[in-house]
């Protein structure tokens, strides 16, 4: 069953499309992952899918609620169901760790401040950063407040959790240890993975199936084996790092 859909999607902003004619099916339970050229779309993608962007024309279903049809009353509980890790972490600098996590918890439950703060602390040990729990952002290290952003994600038991380049600006063995913990998380969970990355080592550790945003389409690219060996040159040239071919044919 699709628990994201999205119909004739076309998103733009004035008069620049960015995206055109969307069509995507993201299955319950599915990884899956966006890449493609820097400036073509891929965040805005997500925003679309996640209801922050509103399309210009098409549908956006999640749990097959149309998003445009849906009162601000009515988003809410579609909302709890979805987590987000902005590309920036978007961490809160005067808050802790701790407090960081139990904000969203504070803002929309009922639970008791003895039970948030349960709640962050059980996920500052789930991310491996329990000894950060008094630390505000800027006294940890970025792979650490990488950490922090997926468990405040997480902190509402999302049944959808969007990743917006959750491994930028990471060395490779940090990159590698954050997929690793998203997808260990994601499988305790049971949840939607969506996310965007450059790094394909990245996006073919945690992929279902790989999706490439490029010419203002989503050219769904398939599983990380089908994505490797694609006849269309945009996706060889991009997942190789070449310098020649139709990405940069425009530049030469």
Same mark, same amino acid.
């Given at each position: 069953?699709? %628990?994201?859909?999205?119909?004739?999607?076309?998103?733009?902003?004035?008069?620049?499309? =960015?995206?055109?004619?969307?069509?995507?099916?993201? *299955?319950?339970?599915?990884?899956?992952?966006?890449?493609?050229? #820097?400036?073509?779309?891929?965040?805005?993608?997500?925003?679309?899918?996640?209801?922050? =962007?509103?399309?210009?024309? $098409?549908?956006?279903?999640?749990?097959?609620?149309?998003?445009?049809?849906? #009162?601000?009353?009515?988003?809410? +509980?579609?909302?709890?169901?979805? $987590?987000?890790?902005? *590309?920036?972490?978007? /961490?809160?600098?005067?808050?802790?760790?701790?407090?960081?996590?139990?904000f969203p918890l504070r803002e929309t439950t009922a /639970? #008791?401040?003895?039970?948030?703060?349960?709640?962050?602390?059980?996920?500052?040990?789930?991310?491996?950063? +329990?000894?950060?729990?008094?630390?505000?952002?800027?006294? %940890?290290?970025? $792979?650490? *407040?990488?950490?922090?952003?997926?468990?405040?994600?997480?902190?509402?038991? +999302?049944?959808? %959790?969007?990743?917006d380049d959750p491994t930028a600006g990471l060395d +490779?063995?940090? #990159?590698?240890? %954050?997929?690793?913990?998203?997808?260990?998380?994601?499988?305790?969970?049971?949840?939607?993975? =969506?996310?965007?990355?450059?790094?394909?080592?990245?996006?073919?550790?945690?992929?279902?199936?790989?999706?490439?945003?490029?010419?203002?389409?989503?050219?769904?690219?398939?599983?990380?084996?089908?994505?490797?060996?694609?006849?269309?040159?945009? =996706?060889? *040239?991009?997942?190789?790092?070449?310098?020649?071919?139709?990405l940069t044919t425009a530049n030469v």
């Amino acid at each position: 069953m699709s %628990i994201i859909s999205l119909k004739d999607v076309t998103v733009a902003f004035e008069d620049l499309v =960015v995206l055109k004619s969307i069509n995507l099916e993201i *299955q319950a339970g599915e990884s899956f992952v966006i890449v493609g050229p #820097s400036g073509q779309g891929k965040t805005t993608l997500l925003k679309t899918m996640s209801g922050l =962007v509103s399309p210009r024309n $098409g549908k956006v279903f999640v749990e097959q609620k149309d998003w445009s049809t849906l #009162s601000s009353k009515e988003r809410l +509980p579609l909302l709890k169901k979805v $987590g987000i890790l902005f *590309q920036k972490n978007a /961490l809160f600098d005067s808050l802790t760790c701790v407090q960081n996590i139990s904000f969203p918890l504070r803002e929309t439950t009922a /639970l #008791s401040d003895w039970e948030i703060t349960k709640k962050a602390e059980y996920f500052l040990d789930a991310v491996g950063i +329990p000894h950060a729990r008094d630390l505000y952002p800027d006294e %940890i290290s970025g $792979g650490m *407040q990488k950490r922090l952003g997926i468990a405040r994600a997480l902190a509402l038991d +999302p049944e959808i %959790i969007f990743y917006d380049d959750p491994t930028a600006g990471l060395d +490779p063995i940090t #990159s590698r240890k %954050i997929i690793d913990l998203i997808m260990t998380l994601k499988k305790e969970k049971g949840s939607t993975v =969506v996310a965007i990355t450059n790094d394909m080592n990245r996006a073919f550790q945690m992929a279902d199936r790989i999706g490439m945003v490029v010419d203002q389409e989503l050219l769904i690219t398939g599983t990380p084996d089908e994505t490797k060996n694609h006849t269309d040159p945009r =996706v060889h *040239q991009f997942i190789r790092g070449l310098l020649a071919g139709p990405l940069t044919t425009a530049n030469v």
